[in-house]
């Protein structure tokens, strides 16, 4: 049988954002104008884009950080619940095992 994998948003942004730019580079350097005016809005485009991926690496370092955090928390809540449950099964295999050796044997 055979699995399909998929690309995360992450992966189909990053290609939209990496597409964009080589498009917006041959563009400007293409276009009928002087060197000064392409170099500035090369210029201009590398600050957009440094800034969108700036912005977009905090928001995914945002999210990650949830994600961890949350994990944290899930793990510790299970952690105790199973110290409970280990508490509980000790305590019940202690109390078996002295009215046990309570009962006169047959």
């Known amino acids: 049988m ?8 992450g992966s189909v942004f990053l290609s ?3 597409g964009g730019i080589v498009g917006a580079g ?3 350097l293409l276009a009928p104008q002087s060197g000064d005016e392409t170099r500035k809005k090369i210029r201009q485009l590398t600050d957009d884009v440094k800034g ?3 912005d977009y690496v905090e928001e995914v370092k945002g999210k990650v ?7 944290k ?3 510790e809540e299970k952690k105790s619940v ?3 449950a280990i508490e509980a ?3 019940a295999y202690d109390k078996e095992k002295e009215r046990l050796s309570k009962e006169p044997n047959a």
């Open 89 to 91: 099964g000790k305590e």
């Open 52 to 54: 969108k991926t700036m």
């Open 26 to 28: 041959f563009a400007l």
């Open 82 to 84: 199973v110290a409970s």
């Open 65 to 71: 950080t949830t994600g961890i955090d949350k994990g």
């Open 2 to 9: 055979r699995e399909e994998v998929g690309y995360g948003a």
């Open 73 to 75: 928390d899930y793990y």
């Open 16 to 18: 939209f954002l990496l």
